[in-house]
């Protein structure tokens, strides 16, 4: 939820799992690079579903893409005229009924289809496979993103208790906030929290229910600190005051 990192951010809590905005950012980013850049955006009727499609709206809007066409759960004919049929459902009401049913084919993505996310259990770069292999051999399944983004958070306090030297809480908070932080997290580079909401910089994998399709950022989207920052909010327009 992105209000957790602006609006009801707190100083002594650090978000490691990625926000909406950036998981809509980091699918934008593949679609404007591959030149799909007319969406058609079907989303559900709950609250989280109305988030994420206010995620894409603004991905739209930041990264260049159009919106042609928005229709609250079922597709319509609107979809033949577009790129890509967007789908923001996290309810998992319908989402799933959407790939190959739209009249015209398109490429779905959202909530199915091509979807963002902050681990993939296919993924096998950087070392993913020993993770993946060991999650497997002591759980019985593929690692998610909430494994993930559980594992991360627990590196993150050993790292910071070994180079604090010790288990105080506001030592080692002042050291996740330092320069001189820093993990390695199977994403291919290494990964820091953000000073102005203390979001953890990280990928965004793209894929479907089997394999990797990419990795954003992507190539081109550039950023004057870190192009991870080309995902969610930015500084310029936080609305985080840490408390």
């Given at each position: ?62 990264f260049g893409g159009e919106i ?17 049929v967007l789908v923001a459902d ?80 506001r030592k080692m908070a002042d ?69």
């Amino acid at each position: 939820d992105d209000s957790l990192r602006e609006e009801e951010c707190r100083a002594n809590i650090f978000h490691t799992i990625p926000t909406r905005s950036m998981l809509a950012d980091g699918l934008a980013q593949y679609l404007i690079w591959k030149q799909w850049r007319r969406w058609v955006l079907i989303y559900g009727s709950h609250e989280r579903d109305q988030l994420f499609a206010e995620a894409l709206r603004r991905a739209a809007t930041r990264f260049g893409g159009e919106i042609v066409g928005e229709k609250e759960f079922k597709d319509t004919g609107t979809a033949r005229r577009t790129d890509v049929v967007l789908v923001a459902d996290e309810s998992e009401v319908f989402g799933t009924y959407v790939p190959f049913r739209t009249w015209t084919p398109r490429p779905v993505a959202g909530t199915a289809g091509l979807t963002p996310s902050a681990w993939h259990p296919a993924s096998e770069q950087w070392g993913g496979t020993q993770i993946q292999n060991r999650f497997a051999k002591a759980n019985g399944r593929r690692m998610v993103s909430k494994d993930m983004a559980a594992w991360t958070a627990v590196r993150i306090l050993g790292e910071a208790a070994t180079r604090t030297q010790g288990a105080d809480p506001r030592k080692m908070a002042d050291f996740i906030r330092s320069d001189d932080f820093s993990i390695a997290a199977f994403k291919g580079q290494k990964l820091t929290f953000r000073k102005w909401n203390q979001q953890l910089r990280q990928p965004i994998f793209l894929g479907d229910g089997r394999s990797v399709v990419s990795t954003s950022p992507q190539e081109g989207f550039l950023h004057q600190v870190s192009e991870l920052d080309t995902l969610g909010v930015d500084e310029p327009e936080t609305k985080c005051v840490l408390k």
